[in-house]
């Protein structure tokens, strides 16, 4: 419970808008097949979340399982 509330708290104080760009960004250059590094690094200085990049990555690229 102390750890979902840290996250409410971490997502509300953060510039929200520039999460959007940077996930928007991500999407993009993923679907571009581009190289995804440079807007994953962006993305991580403006404290987008492990989760919401990971979210953005397998909308375009969908869920996969190695066996």
Do not use: Q
Request: aromatic letters at 6%; one cysteine or more.
């Amino acid at each position: 419970k102390i750890m979902v509330e840290r996250a409410k708290v971490f997502k509300n104080n953060r510039d929200n808008n520039k999460v959007r760009l940077c996930l928007d960004n991500l999407r993009e250059v993923a679907k571009n097949d581009g190289e995804l590094m440079p807007p994953l690094i962006e993305a991580a200085k403006s404290d987008v979340t492990l989760g919401e990049m990971m979210d953005t990555l397998r909308g375009v690229f969908g869920w996969h399982v190695y066996r």
